[in-house]
């Protein structure tokens, strides 16, 4: 059974490497560039899981995850940040917007794939 | 009998309106000589020959009375004189033999007999002030300003003495009203009740009046000496008639010096003309440019420099004369308050747009690390195709370098943030063993891929209130560079109570730290030589971020060097309050 990821980051090189780490990974991943897209592509079809930039263009990561946690039909789908901000007050605002982990930039590519499974029931 | 009780009441009623034009005739008399006081100060100013007419208008009310007073003296023969003297001091010519009359019956009276001797020394004062003015009359322009002290001084004199002989009229004519109206209430029985009503109803309407002067007077006397704020009347020459005690205290003189003086020694220059103007108008036309309700300003004070104030303004007339009444509130201590939260709010801002920019940079730094160890990991780790030896090991380097740019962002944002107060302690209770072993099993492997032994010496538990995480990353950075600059030899992490204090140390058997360096071991960006050419480059911030962490936490960290050579490094942390 195949895992479907939702990928969600603006810079391209980023989404190339995240794609690729988790595609080797098993994983068949979606990707888009910002927000809005992001929405889109969640409604047309269902994710297991998001992954989530923060500061993107359009719409950001911390309202497209509240807008993601607001619809009943994909309030239960996990969404992790993955962002270059790193401080705590980004961290809270992140998990307050909805987020269930918030992964650092640089990311770890020996352990990303863990990371996304341990949501996965 | 009834003509004797007639004729007393008729006596009677012509003391008490003689009494009467007494008191009336000293207020002239008052008036006169400050007036005159006035206009010849200005005139020893300006030299203004208007003003020098104005006084000898002025001081001849004081001279008339004088004259009038000593042709009195000489007997009923000099009548004349006394009279043409009482008219001259501003006294309605029906009222002086009244006057003349009960001088001669009563002033011999111990009552009456004080006022006289008080108006006779206000007389001296007079002479002294015509004399002052032959002077001054005499004097080239340039050195009339000269006699101001005197003049002024003279002034305080007369003021005195003026208040004296108005108390002692106000007294005299007080008891000797009472005793005539002893008489008239004896002379009243033949005319009646009705006569005996009217009388009663004269006496209880002026005990009434004089009653309520003095209770103005008492509720004016408070108010003026009690303000907090400056208050100042003056006149259409913009010349002080009056100046409170908070004005003389505000604006640094001494008490009582402003009266007389032009209200310009009080302004600062640029301030004179634009007033000058505006009074003028003012007296012209009525208009009132400036807000009376309060405007801003500047005051002079005596040493020099100009206060903030804010002015209230008012006008009055008193016999017949404009006054303007003038309220300076200080603003000195509102406009530093205003300044110091001008400053804090720009300092906050300052603030905010720092943090803003820490943030923005923290994320476009991280951005490209991003790619570059992700990439060179996959490359390494073999997963986009074989690689060689040599390869694997420069893809290391290339890891090894991004690794420090990104172990140095987080250490000048932990910096930074601790420098804009912005971190915070997350307190909890801990079990410092706990800890202890808990970097220690951390940084093992690196230990140990050294042919270093790490160990931990810390009974168990080992309870602490502090802040988990940074206190474990002050610990890594202290083993961190112990493993970093030994060779051999274990490294031991200890930690135990003392009183209330926490006391951890971490001890190497390294080459130690030179005598020259130490002083150097908690700035930032200093790194020592001889760090292990296999040991990944240190920040060069560490140890100082770790002595401005634990300076948070009320602690601090210092460096010795250790027994049998080597170096260790000891923090104390006091309890938290």
């Known amino acids: 059974m195949t895992t479907r990821v939702l990928l969600v980051e603006d810079n391209e090189v980023n989404a190339y490497l995240a794609r690729y780490v988790l595609e080797q990974s098993g994983f068949v991943v979606e990707w888009v560039a910002d927000g809005e897209q992001a929405l889109a592509a969640a409604a047309r079809q269902r994710p297991d899981i998001i992954l989530m930039d923060l500061r993107m263009p359009v719409l950001d990561g911390y309202e497209t995850t509240r807008r993601l946690k607001a619809d009943p039909a994909l309030c239960g789908v996990p969404v992790l940040a993955v962002s270059a901000q790193a401080r705590p007050e980004d961290k809270a605002r992140s998990l307050a917007a909805g987020c269930a982990e918030h992964l650092d930039k640089p990311i770890d590519v020996t352990r990303l794939a863990d990371q996304v499974r341990a949501w996965l029931k | 009998m009834a003509a004797v009780l007639a004729a007393l009441g008729l006596f009677a009623v012509t003391a008490l309106s003689a009494g009467h034009a007494y008191v009336t005739g000293e207020s002239h008399w008052s008036r006169a000589q400050k007036s005159a006081t006035l206009a010849l100060l200005g005139y020893l100013q300006t030299g203004d020959d208007e003003l020098f007419r104005r006084y000898e208008q002025e001081i001849a009310v004081p001279l008339n009375a004088r004259r009038a007073r000593e042709a009195m003296d000489l007997g009923s023969a000099h009548d004349d004189e006394a009279r043409d003297g009482f008219v001259g001091s501003r006294n309605p010519a029906a009222d002086a033999p009244g006057m003349i009359r009960l001088y001669r019956c009563c002033s011999t009276l111990p009552q009456l007999a004080d006022a006289v001797t008080s108006w006779r020394t206000a007389d001296e004062a007079i002479a002294e002030l015509t004399r002052l003015a032959d002077e001054a009359r005499q004097l080239p322009a340039e050195a009339r300003a000269a006699l101001q002290p005197r003049l002024l001084a003279l002034d305080a004199r007369l003021t005195m003495l003026e208040e004296h002989f108005s108390a002692d009229l106000g007294h005299a004519s007080r008891l000797t009203a009472t005793a005539l109206e002893t008489m008239l209430m004896a002379s009243a029985l033949l005319f009646g009740p009705a006569a005996v009503w009217l009388m009663l109803r004269r006496a209880r309407r002026d005990l009434v009046a004089t009653q309520a002067i003095q209770r103005s007077e008492a509720l004016f006397r408070s108010l003026w000496d009690t303000s ?350």
């Open chain 2, 228 to 577: 907090i704020d400056g208050t100042i009347i003056i006149d259409t020459h913009s010349r002080i008639r009056l100046a409170n005690p908070a004005l003389h205290a505000l604006l640094g003189h001494a008490p009582g010096s402003l009266v007389g003086q032009p209200l310009a020694v009080l302004q600062p220059e640029q301030l004179r003309a634009p007033h000058e103007t505006g009074l003028a108008r003012h007296l012209a036309t009525g208009e009132r440019r400036l807000n009376w309700h309060g405007t801003e300003a500047l005051a002079r004070h005596a040493d020099g420099h100009d206060l903030p104030v804010e002015i209230r303004f008012g006008s009055f007339e008193l016999d017949g004369e404009t006054l303007f009444v003038g309220f300076l509130h200080d603003l000195t201590g509102r406009k530093a308050a205003e300044r110091v939260a001008a400053e804090h709010r720009r300092l906050q801002a300052q603030d905010r747009a720092k943090s803003e920019f820490l943030a923005r940079m923290s994320h476009e730094l991280r951005t490209p690390l991003n790619a570059i160890l992700g990439f060179t990991d996959l490359l390494g780790a073999g997963h986009s195709g074989p690689v060689t030896a040599e390869q694997t090991r420069q893809l290391g380097y290339v890891a090894g370098a991004g690794r420090h740019l990104l172990a140095l962002i987080n250490d000048l944002l932990d910096l930074s943030r601790i420098e804009a107060g912005r971190a915070e302690l997350s307190l909890a209770p801990l079990d410092v063993a706990d800890l202890a072993a808990e970097v220690a099993d951390q940084l093992r492997p690196l230990a140990e891929q050294r042919g270093l032994t790490l160990a931990t010496a810390v009974a168990s538990p080992l309870p602490w209130l502090g802040d988990r995480r940074k206190l474990a990353q002050v610990l890594l950075n202290l083993v961190g560079n112990a493993i970093k600059f030994s060779e051999q030899g274990d490294i031991a992490i200890t930690a135990q109570l003392d009183g209330d204090r926490l006391v951890m140390a971490v001890r190497d058997h390294g080459p130690g730290v030179p005598e020259a360096q130490r002083s150097l071991l908690f700035q930032p960006f200093r790194q020592l030589d001889g760090g292990r050419t296999d040991a990944p480059p240190g920040t060069g911030l560490g140890l100082y971020l770790s002595a401005q962490l634990l300076s948070l936490m009320n602690g601090r960290i210092r460096h010795e060097p250790a027994e049998g050579g080597g170096s260790r490094f000891v923090v104390e942390l006091e309890a938290p309050a």
